[in-house]
């Protein structure tokens, strides 16, 4: 277990962050066609490497996230994915879930499916150069949901998944996500998130995964999307880190998703998240919040392959600049 728990460390060192650039084939289509760009793999290749090869992205991302596509594909010289980012001196990391789907007997409700031939497909991507993995669940919120056998579903999915990765020599990085559609307050968002945490935490003990060797990658607690009044940064700090208090010293660290918040509004919560202790560390692990921006400058251009990364680098250095904040409010 030591190597994980160094590259878990490595994952989450002081001021970087994990940019998240593992979206579906499907979904990196969608965004590229809205951008006005042909939703083909060279140019979802094209994208990918405009993100991964910016210049000092290592000053700020100490990983990488990446879909099937692109761990087999390579930059344009020939390297292959993980073996560039790696170079640059970046974690290379897999999505390996195969997305939330209905989950039967529960209506509304999804479960988020891809175990099976988990540990063949960790072993081909531990061949291919990958430091560590990523397994999403998600979570709505209403008055009746999510339900206890939605929660529990998750939760086993999610560790099963962890404790493959840890088998295979791969840090996982678990990510139930509790959802910001609706109208839902921070306080709802807050039972439901500490529910789910409960879960995940019993089931991961069940299944003896050693929490060093992991990093969390949790949605800020929130208010909904449509909810009336957005709070500040301050109230969404103090609610979160709240209910992250119940996880053991021993976990590496927690690294937030953006969850569909503004680039700006996801900055300021993480910014005001450093201002309270606790024993690990609390970064960022942002996909929409740091790559829209640099999808936006770029659309498709070569000429404007610059814009799009000076528009990462933008983001990427105000978020690490962000929790940066740590180690001069928390001096060792």
Not at 309 to 332: D, G
Request: hydrophobic share 45%.
């Amino acid at each position: 277990m030591g190597s994980l728990r160094q590259i878990a460390t490595q994952m989450v060192a002081p001021g970087k962050g994990v940019l998240a650039a593992d979206e579906s084939i499907a979904t990196m289509s969608d965004r590229l066609a809205k951008a006005g760009v042909e939703a083909t793999a060279e140019n979802r290749r094209r994208y990918r490497e405009l993100l991964a090869a910016m210049p000092g992205l290592a000053d700020g991302a100490s990983g990488i996230i990446f879909c099937d596509e692109t761990l087999r594909q390579t930059f344009t010289d020939g390297t292959p994915f993980a073996r560039a980012v790696h170079a640059l001196g970046i974690l290379p990391g897999i999505k390996v879930d195969t997305g939330a789907k209905p989950c039967a007997g529960l209506p509304g409700e999804k479960v988020t499916e891809g175990l099976d031939g988990l540990p063949a497909r960790l072993a081909e991507y531990a061949e291919f150069g990958a430091a560590f993995a990523k397994w999403r669940a998600v979570y709505r919120i209403t008055d009746e949901l999510p339900t206890h056998g939605a929660v529990r579903t998750n939760a086993d999915g999610l560790a099963r998944y962890a404790a493959a990765c840890q088998e295979a020599g791969i840090v996982p990085i678990v990510e139930p996500e509790v959802l910001m559609e609706g109208a839902h307050s921070i306080e709802r968002c807050a039972e439901v998130t500490a529910a789910v945490h409960a879960a995940v935490r019993e089931a991961l003990e069940l299944l003896r995964v050693d929490l060093a060797g992991i990093v969390l990658k949790p949605n800020m607690v929130i208010e909904g999307r449509d909810a009336p009044e957005p709070s500040s940064p301050e109230r969404v700090a103090e609610a979160t880190v709240e209910v992250l208090r119940a996880w053991p010293d021993d976990l590496a660290g927690v690294a937030f998703l953006s969850g569909g918040q503004p680039p700006e509004r996801a900055t300021a919560n993480l910014a005001a998240m450093q201002h309270h202790r606790t024993p690990w560390p609390l970064t960022f692990s942002f996909g929409r919040a740091l790559v829209d921006p640099a999808l936006a400058a770029w659309h498709g251009d070569p000429a404007r392959v610059g814009a799009g990364q000076a528009a990462l680098r933008e983001r990427v250095a105000a978020n690490a600049a962000a929790v940066r904040l740590a180690a001069q409010l928390r001096p060792a």
